[in-house]
């Protein structure tokens, strides 16, 4: 795979259009509609079950340009959440028993809000995630971002989408490999991912190109035995994750001839009891500029929660919102093949 | 009739069950039971098939070998050295035969 070096939007692609996408992913040939597939398995319309994950995307600012981003993420985005939305995220957050933040972008350390939001969600006694993409604890202006996120229990989730630096550079950019191992060295050195240290270093796997990833528990066999061997990393849990057909990645599967393939590799390996976990259940994703979502994907697709519910943080009020109906689409279907996915890995 | 080989035909692999289902059932009871996971791992199963693949020339166990390799979490460097074992045997299997014939052209000649 070449490297990407620009988001969509910079290069003006049709894909920058959400509309755009959910066109070509309602037309693929061997793809039933997701939600005749859930009628059938028992789930369409699909309610959430409560909220235990509100999960913040701080922009599209990122130091990486990956081939697979489902964000569309890059140098060159400049979209970042607001010192004001932060606040009316804190707020809401305050109102609820919400146990975990999970904080994810782009890279969400460059936003300035980062290190506040942090700290107000950790006062407020949560459980506070950092979806880390590893080259960013190395750049000089985060030289102390490292001993923030320990001083403050962050649990980091970093991507690493393979313990080799063929793979791991085709999907995140040249070089990316070598810094990805520098920074969990780092991470490792203040304690992340050391037993006792209770400090929580989980990595995530995702396949490096138009396939399903492997058993989460073999392949984390894998990762534990080749980063231990080859670098002497160790680590707490690895996450598979499976590629949505979104943004970037549908560009990579239309460029190289594998959408339908890939689709029909999806919606043939649906998995009932996956359906049954997906993460839009038990999550509220609150976009860069407040607007909420039922999932980071739904986010870039553009599609906000039902209008029956309130639609902006600023009008946050948890009971309208907790049991309310997930809106779902084609791009539904990379949750529920094999043993699913979600920003917590596998479902099954 | 354009080829003999369809890409697609890959999908159709249970239409053969049309023909005697009891010992497709057979078949397939059998070959899931060789692919789960066992002494060895399903990724090292899927290797093996992978390499068995090439040297039966298989072109439809190559295609779904060759995504089984890389859903199993392998990568291209693991799956080139298999497809080598399978050449290295097969190419070793032709010049243990050189013996047949050192054996016959000695026995024949002064
Ligand atoms: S996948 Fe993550 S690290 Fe890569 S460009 Fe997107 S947000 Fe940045
Ligand atoms: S893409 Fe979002 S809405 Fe669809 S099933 Fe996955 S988590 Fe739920």
Not at chain 1, 91 to 120: C, H, K, M, Y
Not at chain 1, 262 to 279: Q, S
Not at chain 2, 65 to 91: D, F, P, W
Request: with cysteine; hydrophobic share 40%.
């Amino acid at each position: 795979m070449a490297e990407t070096k620009l988001s969509l939007k910079a290069r003006r692609s049709p894909l920058t259009s959400e509309r755009e996408q959910i066109r070509i992913l309602s037309r693929t040939d061997r793809c039933s509609p997701f939600e005749e597939r859930m009628r059938q398995a028992g789930f369409d319309p699909l309610y959430a079950t409560g909220i235990s994950v509100f999960q913040m995307n701080l922009g599209k600012l990122c130091n990486q340009t990956c081939r697979h981003c489902h964000v569309d993420a890059a140098p060159d985005r400049r979209e970042v959440m607001t010192q004001e939305t932060a606040a009316r995220c804190i707020e809401a957050l305050a109102q609820t028993d919400i146990p975990t933040v999970d904080i994810t972008g782009g890279a969400p350390e460059l936003n300035p809000q980062f290190r506040w939001i942090v700290a107000q969600a950790r006062a407020l006694g949560r459980q506070v995630i950092d979806r880390c993409n590893l080259s960013v604890l190395l750049l000089p202006s985060q030289s102390d971002l490292a001993p923030f996120l320990a001083g403050h229990r962050v649990e980091i989730i970093a991507s690493l989408p393979y313990y080799r630096s063929a793979q791991t550079d085709a999907q995140r950019g040249e070089g990316i490999f070598e810094k990805s191992i520098a920074a969990l060295r780092l991470l490792n050195q203040i304690g992340y991912g050391v037993e006792g240290s209770g400090l929580i270093l989980n990595l995530v796997h995702n396949p490096v190109g138009a396939f399903l990833p492997p058993k989460q528990k073999a392949i984390e066999g894998q990762f534990r035995r080749e980063l231990e061997h080859r670098y002497g990393i160790v680590f707490n849990h690895l996450y598979t994750i499976t590629n949505m057909p979104i943004s970037r990645f549908l560009e990579f599967l239309i460029e190289t001839g594998n959408l339908e393939s890939y689709m029909e590799r999806l919606v043939n390996a649906f998995n009932p009891a996956a359906a049954a976990g997906v993460m839009c259940r038990y999550t509220l994703s609150v976009g860069w500029d407040g607007t909420l979502y039922d999932c980071d994907f739904n986010q870039m697709l553009n599609l906000p929660v039902s209008d029956l519910t309130p639609r902006h943080i600023s009008d946050f009020n948890p009971a309208a919102l907790v049991h309310r109906r997930i809106v779902t689409g084609n791009h539904c279907y990379g949750c529920t093949a094999g043993a699913g996915s979600s920003c917590g890995g596998a479902v099954t | 009739m354009e080829s003999y080989y369809h890409p697609g035909d890959l999908g159709k692999f249970a239409e053969m069950g049309k023909g005697n289902k009891e010992l497709w059932e057979k078949f397939i009871g059998y070959y899931n039971a060789v692919f789960a996971e066992g002494a060895l791992t399903e990724r090292e199963k899927a290797l093996i098939a992978l390499a068995v693949s090439h040297a039966v020339q298989c072109p439809y166990c190559i295609d779904a070998y060759t995504q089984a390799c890389l859903e199993k979490g392998s990568n291209v460097e693991e799956m080139t050295e298999a497809v080598h074992v399978a050449c290295a045997i097969r190419g070793g299997a032709s010049l243990v035969h050189g013996l047949q014939m050192r054996n016959v052209a000695h026995k024949l000649s002064m």
